[in-house]
């Protein structure tokens, strides 16, 4: 047996482990570890608790307390139940629970559903893989008090994670988060888990939650002639392995698509994402076999949605007929335009109206809304924040439409979280109302540039992982703030906003002000040319991310080309000057 010095916090972690109420197969696993000497794997899966993100409790499947097993899910669920009974004390509480094709994602949800159960709580538990966003629906729709969803998104095969809901069907938000944690906290035992469940407070749900999701979707359909005479619109979707499988394809044809041509290698539901290297839409090789099949068939439209299928990706032609992928922002101010245009044409607009979306996310989105009169809110990286603001403004205004660049959009009031089923019935369905008047959906972009100037973004994450790599992370932050750039792009910088102290500096008067959002660690860096840069560390993954967005005036549709290629020269200039690039 080998000796090894573990750091004090992760040797107490792990004699936690290997002297508590855990199974046996979890000790010799950990004894494994420490008799190979594998300090490394030993301080990742140790060295702290998982804790709730922007994306809720997310990691690798393992053992360990800084992993995702049964145990740290369970003591998730105990701590959630705890706040509960003491906040709705006298009441049947009731959750919903769901999951995707994630290995182990249908054990992790019956788990829950029974500790949640043992603890009183009423569970309706869907059958079967579902979205994301058909839980929020549904917590809604039920009148739940919570909800959880087992799903890790578009992380890699090797994770899982928990996405924990409050009774709007939005992702917990401060201050419940935090209470939530804090009941977390408390558990000093696993022994505290209550697994004795109780099978009469678990009602099964499925095909009718179905058809009333689906029905609210094709509400929000706005045109319906244009779909009528454009049915046959030839559209190639993928689920890659997950849960859009099951909903895309039926909100499709509610819609009135008939020609949907699945990708039926990816149909398959399988935890282990095989056709793909990450079952991400945003990554182009995750797009690949969609792709390949758009050619073949000559499609109007590319869609394929990641595992919980709240994320959608596109791809359209442009004008030498090429397939060509739009990224998260492009998507989301097509998107946005189209619900907000499709209303001023119908006078439906009368200031009441509003759209959301995160200071990460194209600052087209804020023109396009000004434009037409209608209010636009900025909220902290993370869809939770966006369901949080329409919560907050229930009674006051009607959402329209909004989203974030990382691929996630909503629209319509229906749930409080991204939802890619509504997004690609509506992106069908402005891409067929664009081919009814003899346009395309790249020609829409064009217009949108040319009206409201080119704005061009880049994202790059650098991955740290483990111990070391968030130690990594932190420093970069740390330079950043303490030693900020004076120029990027040969551009000054003007304003400096900082969302852990929530100021904003004037870099020019030397004037602060405060930022009325929570504090969150975000820095973002505006230079005199309208060039934006923030800086923040993933909530969800060991990333540190840096989104740039640049723009100027498209003068002319022959002018795209060379507009697009001096964005990009100055985008590559900028995330140098920061060292990201």
Not at 380 to 396: A, D, H, N, S
Not at 410 to 417: F, K, P, S
Not at 521 to 528: D, H, I, P, Y
């Amino acid at each position: 047996m080998s000796t090894i010095t573990l750091e004090p916090t992760v040797q107490k972690n792990v004699d936690h482990w290997l002297n508590g109420a855990y199974d046996d197969a979890s000790k010799a696993e950990i004894q494994s570890l420490i008799n190979n000497g594998n300090v490394n794997a030993l301080t990742d899966a140790f060295y702290k608790d998982l804790e709730f993100g922007t994306g809720g409790l997310r990691g690798i499947m393992g053992v360990g307390s800084n992993r995702v097993n049964k145990y740290t899910l369970g003591v998730a669920t105990q701590g959630f139940s705890n706040y509960l009974n003491k906040t709705y004390d006298g009441q049947q509480i009731k959750v919903a629970i769901a999951h995707d094709s994630r290995n182990n994602s249908a054990l992790f949800a019956r788990m829950t559903a029974e500790v949640f159960s043992a603890n009183g709580i009423y569970v309706y538990f869907f059958e079967a893989l579902r979205p994301t966003p058909e839980l929020s629906f549904a917590i809604r729709e039920l009148g739940c008090q919570g909800g959880v969803m087992l799903t890790a998104s578009h992380n890699p095969k090797e994770y899982n994670g928990y996405k924990a809901y409050g009774a709007d069907g939005g992702q917990l938000v401060s201050p419940t988060d935090i209470a939530v944690l804090a009941e977390v906290r408390k558990i000093e035992s696993v022994s505290e888990i209550n697994f004795d469940k109780k099978e009469h407070f678990i009602e099964t749900i499925g095909e009718e939650m179905d058809r009333k999701y689906i029905a609210a979707l094709k509400k929000l359909s706005i045109s319906p002639e244009a779909i009528a005479r454009q049915k046959d619109l030839k559209i190639v979707f993928s689920p890659i392995h997950g849960t859009g499988g099951v909903s895309v394809p039926p909100a499709l044809k509610a819609f009135g698509f008939e020609n949907v041509i699945t990708v039926e290698e990816q149909m398959t539901i399988d935890g282990n994402f095989p056709t793909v290297v990450y079952p991400n839409p945003e990554e182009k090789e995750a797009m690949t076999m969609a792709l390949n099949k758009a050619k073949e068939v000559d499609a109007d439209l590319i869609m394929a949605t990641d595992p919980d299928a709240d994320r959608v990706g596109i791809a359209v032609k442009n004008n030498h007929n090429e397939f060509v992928l739009l990224n998260g922002n492009q998507a989301a101010c097509l998107l946005v335009h189209y619900v907000l245009s499709a209303h001023e044409k119908a006078g439906k607009l009368d200031g009441s109206q509003y759209t959301v979306k995160t200071v990460v996310t194209s600052y087209m989105i804020d023109k396009i809304s000004a434009s037409k009169g209608v209010d636009c809110y900025n909220t902290l990286t993370g869809f939770k924040y966006i369901g949080q603001l329409m919560t907050r403004m229930e009674g006051k205004g009607t959402f329209l439409a909004g989203g974030e660049e990382s691929y996630g959009y909503l629209v319509g009031e229906h749930a409080r979280d991204k939802d890619a089923v509504v997004s690609c019935a509506m992106i069908a369905e402005m891409t067929a109302y664009h081919k009814d008047r003899g346009s395309s959906l790249f020609d829409a972009l064009i217009d949108l540039y040319l009206e409201y100037g080119f704005y061009k973004e880049k994202l790059i994450a650098i991955k740290k992982e483990g111990k070391a790599g968030a130690e990594e992370i932190k420093a970069m932050l740390k330079k950043l703030r303490n030693d900020p750039p004076t120029t990027l792009g040969g551009s000054k910088v003007v304003t400096i906003k900082d969302y852990q102290s929530s100021k904003s500096k004037d870099m020019v008067t030397g004037e602060t002000t405060e930022i009325d959002l929570p504090s969150s660690n975000v820095l973002q860096f505006f230079t005199e040319d309208g060039s934006i840069v923030s800086a923040r560390p993933s909530g969800t993954e060991p990333k540190i991310k840096f989104y740039c967005s640049v723009n100027e005036p498209l003068a002319s549709r022959d002018a795209f080309k060379a507009t697009e290629d001096k964005l990009d020269a100055k985008l590559t200039t900028i995330l140098s000057d920061l060292g990201a690039g």
